[in-house]
C-alpha cells in the first residue's frame, strides 16, 4: 500500500512558448519536472494533454501516487467550469480542459488562470505571505494579474479580472496585438520591450535580460527601459487608486534585473500618486515557478489536502 509520504500533485504551467509540468511532494518540493513546446505537432491542446500524461507516469515511476492535477492557463478561463474559453497565445478557445485532462488521467482536475495562481502562491509562501490584499504582476510574454482582495483572487464577472496588460497607457500609441493602441503590454512586458528594441534599431534577437545588461551602454535600450518603467508606474498608479493594495509583487523578465528594474518603477508609482503613500513593490519570490507553484496549491486543495502556511516555498539559495 502507498504511503501518505509518497502522495504528490501534479502541477502544469501552460505558456505561450512552453508548457512546463511539475511533480510535488508532500513537503511542497518539485519532485520532478518536464518542459515541452506549446505547439507540439502545431496542436497546444494535444501537446498539454501529452505532458499530462507523461508526467502522470513519470510520478507513478518515481513511487508517488498523484492525488490530482492543476492546470493553469493565461487567458480568459472559466474556474468553475474548467473551460479556458480564450487564449490568443495558445489558439484556445472554448477549450474543456478540465474534462480532457480527466478522461486522460482518471484524476481530479483544477483548472485556473496563470497569474491567479501564481498569487495564490505568493499568498501562501511567497513575497505576499500573511497578507489578504495585494497585486502580482507576472510581467512575461504578456501582463496579467493577481487580483486578491480578502484573500482570495478575483475572477470578475467574465473571469477577465487582471487583464491589466490591455490597460491604455499611452492613448494613441504604438498598435498592440489586441487592436488596440498605447497598450501596458506594449510597452512594459518583457515580450514588448524585446520587440520595441528591435524596431527602434536595437540588436534583433535581444531578450530583456540582454536589454538590461545594455542600459548604461546603449541609448535605444535607455530609451525602452525608460519607457517602460514610466508605463509600469502609471499603471501601478491606476490599480493603486482603484483597489489599495497593501503590496504590489512583480514577477517575470523584467523583474530579474532587479533595482535597475525597481527602482524608476517605484519613482513613477511615488511619482503619479502625489497625495498619498504608494504601497511596497517587492519582488515575487518564486520568480518563474510561481504560476507552477499555485497550481499545485489548486491541485492539493480540490484534493482535500492540507495547504499549510508556507507549503512550497522556495528553498534558499545557497552561498
Given at each position: 500500500m502507498t504511503q501518505p509520504e509518497d502522495q504528490?500533485?501534479?502541477?502544469?504551467?501552460?505558456?505561450?512558448?512552453?508548457?512546463?509540468?511539475?511533480?510535488?511532494?508532500?513537503?511542497?518540493?518539485?519532485?520532478?519536472?518536464?518542459?515541452?513546446?506549446?505547439?507540439?505537432?502545431?496542436?497546444?491542446?494535444?501537446?498539454?494533454?501529452?505532458?499530462?500524461?507523461?508526467?502522470r507516469d513519470d510520478a507513478l515511476d518515481?513511487?508517488?501516487?498523484?492525488?490530482?492535477?492543476?492546470?493553469?492557463?493565461p487567458g480568459l478561463v472559466d474556474e468553475t467550469n474548467g473551460v479556458v474559453r480564450y487564449a490568443a497565445n495558445l489558439r484556445f478557445r472554448n477549450v474543456p480542459l478540465r474534462a480532457l485532462v480527466g478522461d486522460d488521467l482518471g484524476l481530479p482536475v483544477a483548472v485556473g488562470h496563470d497569474a491567479r495562481a501564481a498569487g495564490v502562491a505568493e499568498a501562501v509562501a511567497g513575497a505576499a505571505r500573511g497578507l489578504d490584499n495585494f497585486l502580482l504582476?507576472?510581467?512575461?510574454?504578456?501582463?496579467?494579474?493577481?487580483?486578491v482582495v480578502h484573500g482570495e483572487p478575483v475572477p470578475?464577472?467574465?473571469?477577465?479580472?487582471?487583464?491589466?496588460?490591455?490597460?491604455?497607457?499611452?492613448?494613441?500609441?504604438?498598435?498592440?496585438?489586441?487592436?488596440?493602441r498605447g497598450c501596458l503590454e506594449v510597452y512594459a512586458s518583457a515580450g514588448g520591450l524585446a520587440r520595441r528594441y528591435a524596431r527602434l534599431g536595437g540588436t534583433p534577437g535581444s531578450d530583456s535580460r540582454a536589454i538590461a545588461d545594455a542600459v548604461a551602454t546603449d541609448p535605444v535600450a535607455a530609451v525602452v527601459w525608460n519607457d517602460a518603467t514610466q508605463a509600469?508606474?502609471?499603471?501601478?498608479?491606476?490599480?493603486?487608486?482603484?483597489?489599495?493594495?497593501?503590496?504590489?509583487?512583480?514577477?517575470?523578465g523584467?523583474?530579474?534585473?532587479?533595482?535597475?528594474?525597481?527602482?524608476?518603477?517605484?519613482?513613477?508609482?511615488?511619482?503619479?500618486?502625489?497625495?498619498?503613500?504608494?504601497?511596497?513593490?517587492?519582488?515575487?519570490?518564486?520568480?518563474?515557478?510561481?504560476?507552477?507553484?499555485?497550481?499545485?496549491?489548486?491541485?492539493?486543495?480540490?484534493?482535500?489536502?492540507?495547504?499549510?502556511?508556507?507549503?512550497?516555498?522556495?528553498?534558499?539559495?545557497?552561498?
Open positions: 504528490c500533485v501534479l502541477a502544469v504551467d501552460v505558456g505561450g512558448t512552453t508548457i512546463k509540468g511539475a511533480v510535488v511532494g508532500e513537503d511542497g518540493r518539485r519532485r520532478h519536472t518536464l518542459t515541452v513546446p506549446s505547439r507540439a505537432d502545431d496542436d497546444p491542446v494535444k501537446a498539454v494533454r501529452s505532458l499530462c500524461v507523461q508526467l518515481l513511487g508517488a501516487t498523484p492525488a490530482a492535477i492543476g492546470v493553469v492557463t504582476l507576472p510581467l512575461g510574454t504578456g501582463i496579467a494579474a493577481a487580483v470578475g464577472a467574465t473571469g477577465s479580472a487582471g487583464e491589466v496588460g490591455h490597460m491604455p497607457v499611452h492613448p494613441g500609441g504604438e498598435p498592440c496585438s489586441c487592436g488596440q509600469l508606474g502609471t499603471a501601478l498608479a491606476t490599480l493603486t487608486l482603484t483597489l489599495d493594495p497593501a503590496r504590489i509583487v512583480l514577477g517575470g523584467l523583474a530579474d534585473a532587479g533595482e535597475l528594474f525597481f527602482d524608476p518603477v517605484r519613482d513613477a508609482l511615488r511619482a503619479a500618486l502625489a497625495w498619498r503613500t504608494p504601497p511596497p513593490v517587492l519582488r515575487s519570490a518564486f520568480g518563474a515557478q510561481a504560476a507552477q507553484i499555485g497550481a499545485a496549491v489548486l491541485a492539493r486543495r480540490l484534493a482535500g489536502l492540507s495547504v499549510p502556511d508556507g507549503w512550497g516555498a522556495p528553498e534558499p539559495e545557497e552561498g
